[in-house]
């Protein structure tokens, strides 16, 4: 997405490329449009109105369908050169690991999106072993399906969730020292997991974040639950 312009190319729509979302929605409302997205828009809501009050340098993060994320240095939001910046999803936390849809390898989003958990769960039972993840029904194998099975004790589903627990801490751990970030704040349907995701993330940052600068950074759970975007989206419409 090209921001402000609102030229949108989402990866899993192929139909639009360089496709003038903003134009056309301004064009047939007939009124002033912004596009952002969302996980921008989520970053700046938690900012102005959540978990991230009152903070200096944030980084928001979505762990969802896919993975995202968003910057707000001193209350403003960060866009980038082209609107992109926060793309945290699309970091490499494992270079030899499996192809993201992007083209890539390794991105955080193949091991700790919702989308990604299933397709690791499905590699690992194509291998074989013992797994309740073996007996859902296809439709059920999803990323809740994963934070369930974990809850119940599951062994690979638990490996699963500290796998994305690490990606997430590689990810969090560069943004902070490259930003010299003071707050994360995280959200998206998996942070369901609860402790089961927050506290492999805090043990790997704690090992992977060694510099006296960063050890101060705070890790937030969401507080806006869904709605952090829409209010994000609408404080920007807001903005001079
Ligand atoms: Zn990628």
């Given at each position: 997405m090209i921001f402000p312009l609102g030229v949108v190319s989402p990866l899993h729509i192929p139909a639009w490329r360089d496709f003038p979302l903003r134009d056309r929605l301004q064009a047939a409302f007939n009124l002033p449009v912004i596009v952002e997205n969302d996980a921008k828009a989520f970053a700046l809501g938690e900012a102005r109105f959540g978990a991230g009050q009152?903070?200096?340098?944030?980084?928001?993060?979505?762990?969802?369908?896919?993975?995202?994320?968003?910057?707000?240095?001193?209350?403003?939001?960060?866009?980038?050169a082209s609107g992109n910046a926060g793309h945290i999803g699309h970091t490499i936390v494992a270079p030899a690991g499996p192809a993201c849809d992007c083209g890539a390898r390794g991105c955080l989003t193949v091991v700790a999106s919702g989308t990604g958990l299933v397709q690791r769960a499905r590699d690992a039972l194509a291998q074989a072993g013992m797994s309740v993840l073996a007996e859902l029904a296809p439709e059920a194998l999803t990323g809740q399906g994963v934070i369930a099975a974990a809850s119940q004790g599951d062994a690979l589903a638990l490996r699963l969730l500290r796998q994305?627990?690490?990606?997430?801490?590689c990810a969090i751990a560069d943004?902070?020292?490259?930003?010299?970030?003071?707050?994360?704040?995280?959200?998206?349907?998996?942070?369901?997991?609860?402790?089961?995701?927050?506290?492999?993330?805090?043990?790997?940052?704690?090992?992977?974040?060694?510099?006296s600068f960063t050890g101060k950074l705070a890790l937030r759970a969401a507080a806006l639950g869904p709605v952090s975007g829409i209010i994000g989206a609408a404080a920007l419409a807001l903005e001079p």
């Open positions: 009152g903070v200096g340098h944030m980084l928001g993060m979505i762990l969802s369908t896919g993975v995202g994320g968003g910057f707000v240095f001193d209350g403003k939001l960060y866009h980038g994305a627990a690490d990606g997430v801490a943004a902070a020292v490259m930003f010299d970030l003071d707050t994360v704040v995280i959200g998206g349907g998996l942070m369901q997991a609860g402790a089961l995701l927050l506290e492999p993330i805090k043990a790997a940052l704690t090992d992977r974040m060694r510099l």
